[in-house]
């Protein structure tokens, strides 16, 4: 079983189309993983498996990555306008971020509207000045942008160590000088591995789910999504889910299946613990912000509340 202490769990925040799919494509891809293959290796999954596998696959985009002796975690965020404070309660699995600028646009709304969320959150922050390729690129100038938007935000003196990392996603190098070019991503996920903490919690506690997205599958029904908070879970293991709103215990319900995400996909396994970001099933009725507890322990985690909807370009 992974250690917690070899976990880390990032979400990758970003202004729509500043590179973030390419960018998490070319981190797979420095670690082994291509997406192409991966749609060949879908293919012959749904010919052999359809219900088993399709259960699952419409689960949010999150990937992970084996890296050295490591594990991360990768968080998707909506890129789009933010209705309902989903940024939140995506950023809530993270431990830090990543924040992808394009080393043209320099930073954007959405850059702002997100970046506020993560210090909201105090999570550890990475720049990635992406597009460093792009003959119009600016990244001296943008990284005194970004910095004077640490300032508008208010950031604090933790954030003054921020690493910032240069890139070309597109094609698939990063470095930490913007004049020096690597072959590959290693040095953003070096700096990920060096920077991020890793998840905090005790594996000898009473497990503890924290739900920050919710699922449907026809196949296996309602499927919640989060990080666990403490303890180990297993398969068959007995719960009890606990409402966000009022407090209130669910009757006893049976953790049927728990997913962990590799690569592009998600792998069911009997058991996970502790940092981990898991996906279960056969918790109905379960909605975002609930916990799901062992019935040693049934006192919920605090959540973000939600806000109102926020219109992310109307500020
Ligand atoms: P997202 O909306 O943040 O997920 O952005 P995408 O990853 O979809 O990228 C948006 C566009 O920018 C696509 O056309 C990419 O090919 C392009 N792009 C992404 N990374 C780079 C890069 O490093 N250099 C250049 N020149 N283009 C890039």
Redesign the pocket.
């Known amino acids: 079983m992974t250690l917690k202490n070899n976990i880390r769990n990032i979400a990758i925040i970003?202004?729509?189309?500043?590179?973030?799919?390419?960018?998490v494509?070319g981190l797979l891809r420095t670690s082994g993983i291509f997406r192409e293959n991966q749609e060949v290796e879908d293919r012959v999954m749904d010919s052999n498996d359809i219900e088993k596998e399709r259960g699952i696959t419409i689960l949010s985009k999150n990937t992970a990555i084996e890296y050295k002796d490591y594990k991360i975690n990768i968080i998707d965020t909506p890129?789009h306008a933010d209705f309902g404070g989903e940024v939140e309660r995506v950023l809530m699995m993270a431990n830090g971020v990543v924040l992808?600028v394009?080393a043209f646009e320099g930073p954007m709304p959405q850059t702002k509207f997100v970046l506020k969320k993560a210090f909201e959150l105090n999570l550890p922050t990475i720049v990635c000045i992406?597009?460093?390729?792009?003959e119009e690129a600016r990244p001296d100038e943008v990284v005194d942008e970004i910095l004077d938007l640490f300032i508008q935000l208010n950031a604090g003196e933790e954030y003054l160590d921020s690493p910032f990392i240069y890139?070309?996603?597109?094609?698939g190098y990063a470095t930490k000088d913007p004049n020096e070019k690597y072959t590959d991503m290693t040095p953003l996920l070096d700096t990920i591995i060096d920077y991020i903490p890793a998840p905090e919690g005790d594996i000898n506690e009473p497990f503890k789910l924290l739900i920050s997205t919710t699922d449907y599958s026809e196949y296996v029904g309602r499927i919640g999504i989060g990080k666990l908070e403490s303890g180990s879970i297993k398969v068959n293991d007995t719960a009890h889910i606990v409402n966000y709103n009022d407090k209130s215990v669910d009757k006893k319900i049976n953790i049927t299946k728990i997913y962990e995400f590799q690569g592009l996909n998600r792998v069911e396994v009997s058991e996970s613990s502790v940092g981990n970001i898991i996906a279960v099933t056969g918790v109905e009725g379960i909605n975002i912000g609930d916990t799901i507890c062992s019935e040693e322990d049934v006192r919920p985690l605090p959540f973000v509340k939600i806000s109102e909807p926020t219109l992310s370009m109307n500020f």
């Open positions: 970003a202004h729509v189309d500043h590179g973030k799919t390419t960018l494509d890129g992808v394009d992406n597009k460093i390729d792009r890139a070309s996603a597109r094609e």
